[in-house]
């Protein structure tokens, strides 16, 4: 028997520079096999190569035995080959429908036959989404299903998920796993990229690790443990505790102070406290109005939406209209959707931190000059192991880990004193995790007040001073790290 799709010795360079380094890959019939290694490996790369998303500059790509070419995605997804992408290549302005039959809506000579059926259709994948939908009114997480959704629609032999549960919470990714395994029981193949060590374990028949863009080890994935993956994906053993916590720091002056804040249904009389020198952790599931309470506090959303409720930086007063208007306060929002707003995609690393720096300023007059600038991204490149080919390398042709690197950076070079980080290790390895909690336990260290979203429990048990738990639009219960377990945070998020 062929493979379904194999890659002998498939290399890609970008200037010259390798990002996938002569792989050799099967993939077999009705398998899932998951794609480990650390960001910037070349599981994106590689993948995209299978896709028609980007051309091979080395090696030789088979489907069925096959040698093929694909110029673009149309040529792989007519042999049945549709990739996920790690970023969402939904359109934001139209609705959830739309973006499902994208290209086929004349099937439809009514609009409402184009509703049903995608209602129809969301049902039956029980996915929750309004197929009435806009898409750009989604959270992260809705906007996954509507992808995974569309790719399951296009009738795909070979599936390809770049990250798929990033974003999803636990009851959705136990879904996402159901239909999984239903489509691979009706023979359709499942690559499955994922910095989630455990659920690819769980969920893969075999695994495959790269590093440094070349192939480390295919097998099992009963063959394999966790420390095993980790030490073929690093190249060593990680020493230390993934997850341990730091003593739990005394709280500092009030720093954020929220009071019955409200707006429409996702924030609804919420009240709360971050103080200096310390992490406050907020867990809640996806939709329990995290993000939007922090994306009010920090002048994102706009003020139309606002409708009542105070909050306060320090003793005064805000409301923000524009984000700069609260960087300029020393307020800074990190957020979860790098793609949407976290960074000038064409811009280098450097010009990227320019950007930040420049918006942090209150006054023109004396500007970082580009050397300066340069010298401060080596900085920090080497801080937060920001891996990108080359210096002058375009955000957007960094690995998605790595691009989230920089949304980090750009917000701190803005100096804040109140810094909200939203999923601040989504799609991040698993040793550049460590990475960014030493830094986050370093900005409170150093006197900052830190507010860490996080839908991964173990994140917030090893980073918070306090624990703040939200659900249905407000903080329902405050743990402290002595009194909080996973069961308990879980119980009030839930209930
Ligand atoms: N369009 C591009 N131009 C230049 N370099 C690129 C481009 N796309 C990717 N690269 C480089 O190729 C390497 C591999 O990137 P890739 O996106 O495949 O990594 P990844 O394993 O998917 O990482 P992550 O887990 O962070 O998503 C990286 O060094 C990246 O900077
Ligand atoms: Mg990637």
Redesign the pocket.
């Known amino acids: 028997m062929t493979a379904l799709i194999e890659t002998r010795s498939i290399s890609?360079a970008?200037?010259g520079?390798?990002?996938?380094n002569q792989v050799s890959f099967t993939l077999e019939r009705g398998e899932i096999h998951a794609l480990l290694?650390?960001?910037?490996?070349?599981?994106?790369?590689?993948t995209?190569m299978m896709a028609g998303v980007?051309q091979p500059t080395g090696g030789e790509l088979l489907v069925d035995g096959r040698a093929v070419t694909y110029a673009n995605p149309a040529e792989a997804l007519r042999d049945g080959i549709v990739m996920v992408f790690?970023e969402t290549s939904l359109v934001p302005s139209m609705t959830v429908a739309q973006n499902l039959y994208l290209g086929d809506e004349s099937f439809f000579n009514r609009l409402r036959g184009l509703y049903i059926a995608a209602q129809q259709f969301l049902q039956s994948l029980n996915f929750n989404v309004d197929p009435w939908a806009t898409v750009a009114t989604l959270g992260a997480a809705k906007k996954q299903m509507v992808e995974i959704a569309r790719a399951v629609r296009q009738n795909a032999r070979v599936i390809i998920f770049?990250?798929p549960t990033a974003s999803l919470t636990p009851e959705e990714k136990h879904h996402f796993f159901a239909l999984i395994r239903r489509l691979t029981a009706r023979g359709v193949s499942i690559v499955f990229?994922s910095?989630a060590l455990e659920e690819a374990l769980q969920i893969s028949d075999r695994i495959t690790i790269?590093r440094d863009?070349e192939h480390v080890s295919t097998d099992l994935a009963a063959n394999f443990s966790r420390e095993r993956i980790i030490r073929e994906m690093v190249g060593r053993d990680l020493t230390g505790a993934l997850y341990s916590r730091s003593r739990a720091r005394l709280p500092g002056k009030p720093a954020l102070d929220v009071r019955n804040l409200s707006m429409g249904q996702a924030v609804r009389n919420n009240s709360f406290t971050v103080y200096s020198g310390q992490v406050t952790g907020v867990f809640g599931l996806i939709g329990s109005g995290r993000t939007e309470t922090a994306k009010i506090v920090a002048g994102i959303l706009k003020r139309d939406f606002f409708h009542g409720g105070e909050v306060r930086i320090g003793a005064d007063p805000v409301r923000y209209r524009v984000p700069r208007a609260a960087i300029l306060d020393g307020v800074c929002y990190v957020t979860e959707d790098r793609k949407l707003e976290g960074f000038f995609e064409t811009m280098s690393i450097a010009e990227n931190l320019q950007m930040g720096e420049l918006t942090a300023r209150s006054h023109s007059g004396f500007v970082l000059r580009m050397a300066e600038m340069q010298t401060l991204a080596d900085e920090w490149r080497n801080r937060l192991a920001i891996?990108?080919?080359d210096a002058d390398?375009?955000v957007?042709?960094?690995?998605?880990?790595?691009?989230?690197k920089v949304v980090i950076a750009k917000s701190l070079v803005q100096k804040p004193s109140v810094i909200i980080f939203d999923e601040p290790t989504r799609?991040?390895?698993v040793g550049a995790i460590a990475e960014i909690h030493a830094l986050i336990n370093r900005l409170a260290d150093d006197g900052l007040a830190v507010m860490v979203i996080s839908s991964y429990l173990p994140e917030i048990l090893n980073l918070s001073d306090r624990i703040l738990v939200s659900q249905r639009g407000r903080i329902v219960e405050e743990f402290s790290p002595e009194t909080a377990t996973q069961e308990n945070i879980m119980y009030a998020a839930v209930h």
């Open positions: 890609k970008y200037r520079v390798p990002a996938v290694g650390e960001n910037g490996a070349g599981k994106s790369t590689l995209k980007v790690q770049d990250e990229i910095h790269l863009g891996r990108s080919g390398a375009r957007i042709e960094l690995s998605g880990g790595n691009q989230q799609g991040v390895d």
